[in-house]
């Protein structure tokens, strides 16, 4: 079966990075994208970015854009996503999603379980 | 960037009952690239309509999808228990951004 296996909670001081995995397996992980999505505590869903199926091209909400970086191994089947300068409003939960191209459609049909990142002095 | 504006922000129903969420674009969107998802408390969202009105798989008949052009809507048209949780309606644009989300509680 499908799966997104991400990796586990972390804390960090301020101005620290964290990087975050997403494993895939049970499909042909070059043939899909792969979005990263956070979530603070008690708000909403909020697009960071996504790296695209085959040629790993990546693409940055403008909030996130040089702070964010997002890479794959595709030898492993594995996203990474890498967030620097943090700060205590990056505390959230960070969710990697598959994205599908079908046909005319899009959408992220597949979800990790989501990590928790925690960011505090 | 397409600003996505979902209403009411919670919806107050009884078991049974029909509801109907609101997804408004600030411009015209391609609906195909129009999607809702469910999202249930401590767990990642779940996959429910994709192109605005098409049902993912395992999805329930009573979940259903439409609009066009700026509005869009998710209606359930009989609450089960499990459907009082927060949705999202998401749009695939270069860039992609997501409704605030709509709470749907227990009247």
């Known amino acids: 079966q499908i799966q997104l296996v991400q990796s586990g909670a972390e804390v960090k001081k301020p101005g620290a990075s964290v990087k975050v995995s997403c494993k895939a397996s049970?499909?042909?992980?070059?043939?899909?994208?792969l979005s990263w999505v956070r979530q603070a505590p008690g708000q909403g869903l909020e697009w960071m970015g996504w790296i695209t199926e085959y040629t790993g091209d990546t693409n940055y909400a403008q909030k996130f854009q040089g702070r964010v970086a997002l890479s794959r191994d595709t030898s492993t089947s594995t996203a990474f996503m890498e967030v620097t300068n943090l700060t205590p409003g990056d505390t959230a939960i960070y969710y990697c999603a598959r994205e599908t191209r079908w046909g005319k459609y899009r959408y992220s049909d597949y979800w990790g379980q989501g990590t928790q990142v925690t960011v505090s002095s | 960037e397409v600003v996505l504006t979902q209403s009411p922000g919670t919806l107050s129903l009884s078991p049974g009952e029909r509801a109907t969420l609101s997804c408004r674009a600030s411009?015209?969107?391609?609906?195909?690239?129009l999607v809702w998802y469910q999202q249930r408390p401590g767990q990642a969202p779940r996959f429910l309509i994709y192109g605005a009105s098409n049902r993912a798989t395992g999805i329930p008949d009573r979940f259903s999808g439409s609009g066009s052009g700026t509005d869009f809507t998710l209606t359930i048209s009989r609450l089960e228990p499990e459907d009082f949780v927060v949705y999202y309606c998401q749009h695939f644009g270069a860039l992609v951004t997501f409704g605030g989300g709509t709470k749907v509680e227990i009247k």
């Open positions: 049970g499909y042909a992980f070059s043939n899909y994208g």
């Open positions: 411009q015209t969107v391609n609906s195909n690239y």
